[in-house]
């Protein structure tokens, strides 16, 4: 079986893990000091013993986010003021000491080698890891939100610089559905006063072309005049992230009209860049996934994710068919389909259209994983899709990202165990929870170190 670690470079060359994990106050743990080495560490405990918090702290590290909660309130113990989390990360032979310090109620605090940052998310780059969890079988069985967070979330550890990009559109959709909302009795009072005047024609703006180059070399075009934001992060720091103020007019509705208008200009903006890049990745992402259920399955069906965009039904069915528009076009398009759904989103005060509403399909053979596949299936589809992270990050990066598998095994027959086993066998670190020992492959267990975790207390047990 080909192992994932196959896609470039020599282990030498890929040297990165965590070397040291120290928490203070988070979770269960009022103290806890933990030595790592590279390859396989096993964390044995039983339910409610801790084993999961000292891998969701190291995921944190990398991500500045849990894989289990929303919020950092359940990440500090109960008592304590904040908690304090330390990771000693080895890069090719050189370290770097990460402090982050996590404050319910305050802004966080990070520091690097001492240094405090100006950002938190600053630390960003610094681990990266791929984590998969049992949660993530709600990349295939859930909502479309777990999806988007799993595109946004590998975008930001493929380049950090996107986690700014995502908190810009956030800002200034949630700027636009309040307008919406607090707007809404002029707004509708001015559609109404417009139809009974004269009903309008459909809006007819240009359809969004397809990128100068095939699918598969969307945006590298020579002669585009379009921004790659994957080769130029300032084209982010445009003014759709600056606060405006309602003009003052004469006419309501004029002044609410025009400072619609003008967060629309704002949302397409950014939502075109979060989208190009969404559909750029999810294009590298593709082959992976294909290789990596295989693997995985051993199935005779092809493991696929299309994106679903909400925009107008012409531009929603090529980005479906695998084209992959430059920045422009999207935003076009985006200003388009809010001229589409102008009515719609006055009555429900909300905005219909752009990245907070897409989807990603995933499918086996013909038929959708949601609602056709078993549940064999589909946990081998949601392991598929991280396995193809972790080969995508490590082919653009040229290391390896931290591989954690928490209580996974358990969920798997003994089949796809072994099948895994041969996957992360030569990654540069894979840390493996378990609740007993029959569930982690005895070849993946002897080839590093276990550690027991009982009440807190962490201790080796090879």
Same mark, same amino acid.
């Given at each position: 079986?080909t ?9 030498h ?5 965590v *070397? %040291? ?19 396989? /560490?096993?964390i044995m ?5 801790? @084993?999961?918090?000292? !891998?969701?702290?190291?995921?944190? !590290? ?5 894989h ?6 359940p990440l !500090?113990? #109960? ?7 330390r ?15 996590l404050?319910?109620g305050r ?6 080698? @001492?240094?405090?940052?100006p950002?938190t998310?600053d630390?960003?780059? /610094?681990?990266? /890891? ?7 079988l709600a990349?295939? @069985? ?7 967070? #799993?595109?946004?979330d ?11 990009? *995502? ?15 607090? +707007? ?7 559609? &109404?006063? &417009?139809y ?19 699918? %598969? ?5 020579? /002669? ?10 300032t ?22 009209l ?9 949302? +397409?903006?950014v939502?075109?860049?979060?989208l190009y890049?969404?559909? *750029?990745?999810?294009r590298?992402?593709?082959?992976f996934? %294909? ?11 092809e493991?696929?994710a299309?994106y ?12 479906? +068919? =695998? ?18 759904q102008?009515? +719609? ?8 259209? =752009?990245p ?8 086996? =053979?013909?038929?959708?994983?949601k ?12 392991l598929?899709? @991280? ?26 027959d !003994?089949? *796809?165990?072994e099948?895994?086993?041969d ?5 540069e ?14 070849r ?15 201790? &080796?047990?090879?």
């Amino acid at each position: 079986m080909t192992s994932i670690a196959c896609v470039r470079s020599t282990r030498h060359d890929r040297r990165v893990h965590v *070397r %040291h994990l120290q928490l203070v106050d988070f979770r269960s743990y009022a103290a806890v000091d933990v030595a790592l080495e590279p390859g396989v /560490t096993t964390i044995m405990g039983l339910n409610g013993q801790g @084993k999961t918090n000292l !891998v969701e702290a190291i995921g944190y !590290v990398a991500t500045l986010g849990s894989h289990r909660v929303a919020t950092d309130q359940p990440l !500090v113990r #109960f008592g304590a003021n904040q908690a304090v989390i330390r990771a000693a990360v080895s890069r090719h032979g050189r370290e770097t000491l990460v402090e982050l310090e996590l404050t319910p109620g305050r802004a966080n605090r990070a520091r690097l080698n @001492k240094s405090p940052l100006p950002r938190t998310r600053d630390v960003l780059g /610094t681990l990266r /890891t791929v984590l998969f969890a049992p949660e993530d079988l709600a990349l295939v @069985k859930g909502d479309p939100a777990g999806r988007r967070a #799993f595109l946004d979330d590998l975008l930001v550890a493929r380049q950090p610089r996107w986690a700014g990009v *995502r908190t810009d559109y956030d800002r200034i959709l949630k700027q636009r559905n309040a307008l919406l909302k607090s +707007a809404a009795p002029v707004l509708r009072q001015g559609q &109404r006063r &417009r139809y009974a005047a004269s009903p309008p024609p459909a809006p007819t703006p240009p359809p969004v072309p397809a990128s100068s180059s095939s699918p %598969h070399h969307a945006g590298t075009s020579g /002669t585009s005049a379009t921004p790659d934001p994957e080769a130029d992060p300032t084209i982010t720091n445009s003014a759709a992230v600056q606060p405006i103020t309602l003009p003052p007019a004469d006419d309501p509705l004029a002044s609410a009209l025009h400072t619609l208008d003008v967060w629309d200009h704002h949302l +397409a903006e950014v939502g075109s860049q979060l989208l190009y890049a969404r559909l *750029r990745l999810l294009r590298d992402l593709g082959p992976f996934l %294909h290789a990596a259920y295989q693997q995985v399955s051993a199935g005779v069906n092809e493991a696929k994710a299309t994106y679903r965009a909400s925009l107008r039904d012409d531009a929603t069915a090529a980005i479906a +068919a =695998g084209e992959v528009p430059e920045i422009d076009a999207l935003r076009l398009e985006i200003l388009a389909s809010f001229a589409a759904q102008r009515t +719609a989103e006055i009555d429900r005060g909300l905005t219909l259209v =752009g990245p907070h509403r897409d989807d990603v399909v995933l499918t086996l =053979g013909p038929l959708p994983a949601k609602g056709y596949a078993s549940h064999g299936e589909s946990w081998s589809v949601a392991l598929g899709l @991280k396995l193809a992270a972790y080969q995508l990050l490590r082919r653009d990066l040229g290391e390896d990202p931290v591989l954690v598998l928490d209580d996974v095994f358990a969920e798997l027959d !003994v089949e *796809r165990r072994e099948r895994l086993a041969d996957l992360v066998a030569d990654c540069e670190q894979v840390l493996v929870t378990a609740a007993v020992g029959a569930d982690v492959p005895e070849r993946l267990r002897a080839s590093g170190v276990t550690y027991a975790v009982t009440l807190g207390e962490v201790t &080796r047990a090879d």
